[in-house]
């Protein structure tokens, strides 16, 4: 059973806008997120991380949000841009323990 | 060179074959992680490797079989593969296992036929 999705696989968004990428985990224990993103042909690349003491974290155009108790996940970019067209990840993880991920979301920037 | 670096990015074998995949990383980190993707899933984690010694073995088959000879090179090496390990294989690279973000090489695109 998965404990990290992302149910969006992809996402089109017009340049300068906001990209809004979602994330859902099951397992209560996870405190510790992290979201990835990934060319063609290349590995992921960490982006930003957030631990569940805090509920927002910025880095530049990026933003990632934590609701605790809906276990939710979300990242944001703004504003957009066509280098910004990527799949992202989110993973999870809990204290000693592995990162779970999710299946990804294929973000299109129209320029 | 810098980062986490796989050899061969495209790997083609036969069922019966035996490959290897390669891993180095140039980061000074202790932990090193092979993953596998396989369209439309998530990435799975095959094993863990904290200070050259295994600490994770996710019941990957044994057809799977990693070598951490040091702290900066893991091998994957392959055997009597089955069509279904067609997949990307992932080798990362942290600098402690647990909290901290992993950094990921080019992958291999492995094809068993």
């Known amino acids: 059973d998965q404990q990290v999705k992302q149910n969006s696989p992809s996402l089109s968004v017009q340049e300068g806008r906001i990209s809004i990428l979602n994330c859902d985990y099951t397992?209560?224990?996870?405190?510790?997120f992290l979201w990835y993103k990934k060319y063609p042909a290349e590995g992921p690349t960490f982006l930003i991380s957030?631990?569940?003491?805090?509920d927002k974290n910025e880095d530049g155009r990026f933003t990632v949000f934590l609701n605790k108790s809906a276990k939710h996940l979300s990242l944001h970019i703004v504003p957009s841009q066509p280098g910004d067209s990527a799949v992202y990840f989110c993973?999870?993880?809990?204290?000693?323990?592995?990162?779970?991920f999710g299946t990804g979301t294929s973000l299109t920037v129209i320029p | 060179e810098t980062g986490v670096t796989q050899t061969p990015r495209h790997l083609v074998m036969g069922m019966t074959n035996k490959k290897s995949l390669k891993c180095e990383q140039h980061?000074?980190?202790?932990?090193m992680y092979w993953y596998k993707q396989s369209a439309k899933k998530p990435l799975e984690l095959m094993f863990v490797?904290?200070?050259?010694?295994?600490?994770e073995n996710n019941s990957v088959p044994s057809r799977f079989s990693p070598e951490c000879p040091n702290s900066s090179h893991l091998f994957l090496h392959l055997h009597t593969l089955q069509p279904e390990d067609s997949a990307l294989y992932l080798c990362?690279?942290?600098?402690?296992?647990?909290?901290?973000?992993?950094?990921f090489g080019q992958g291999t695109r492995l094809t068993v036929v």
């Open positions: 957030i631990s569940s003491i805090k």
């Open positions: 397992n209560s224990m996870f405190d510790y």
């Open positions: 990362a690279s942290s600098q402690a296992h647990g909290y901290t973000e992993a950094f």
């Open positions: 490797y904290s200070l050259e010694e295994r600490v």
């Open positions: 980061l000074g980190h202790n932990a």
């Open positions: 993973a999870a993880c809990s204290p000693g323990n592995q990162f779970y």
